[in-house]
């Protein structure tokens, strides 16, 4: 497993961020599509149902593959509701986890293997 120092952590954050950004507009594109679906269900018959079924596997299809991205780099989720990642660490010498949130410039918070209980906040 790939251990990231913060800098080459921070240094990813561009590219989860853009990863991000895509699963969030596939989110809100998904929540008005999935309104007007419906609106207008009562009145589709089979196929044009179909139609509309085929398109939630699109986009849930979608969703995985940025989620997938954003996995590929050793990285991962701290559950299954939030958006905070969880980067495998090491932080002078010592073996932890970089925690960060999308709406986080620059990763702050470093847990060491050893603490389990108290982050040390890298910014004040």
Request: aromatic share 14%; no cysteine.
């Given at each position: 497993m790939k251990r990231y120092t913060l800098e080459e952590a921070n240094q990813l954050l561009p590219i989860l961020s853009k990863e991000f950004d895509s699963l969030h507009n596939l989110q809100r594109e998904f929540d008005l599509w999935y309104e007007s679906f419906q609106q207008v269900e009562p009145?589709?018959?089979?196929?044009?149902?179909?139609?509309?079924?085929?398109?939630?596997?699109?986009?849930?299809?979608?969703?995985?593959?940025?989620?997938?991205?954003?996995?590929?780099?050793?990285?991962?989720?701290?559950?299954?509701?939030?958006?905070?990642?969880?980067?495998?660490?090491?932080?002078?010498?010592?073996?932890?986890?970089?925690?960060?949130?999308?709406?986080?410039p620059l990763i702050t918070v470093y847990q060491s293997t050893e603490e389990k209980i108290t982050p040390l906040n890298l910014v004040n």
């Open positions: 009145h589709l018959n089979a196929d044009e149902k179909a139609e509309w079924e085929k398109r939630i596997q699109y986009m849930e299809l979608e969703a995985e593959i940025f989620i997938s991205n954003i996995l590929s780099h050793g990285v991962w989720f701290e559950d299954a509701f939030s958006s905070t990642l969880h980067f495998p660490a090491i932080l002078n010498g010592e073996k932890g986890i970089f925690k960060w949130h999308p709406e986080e």
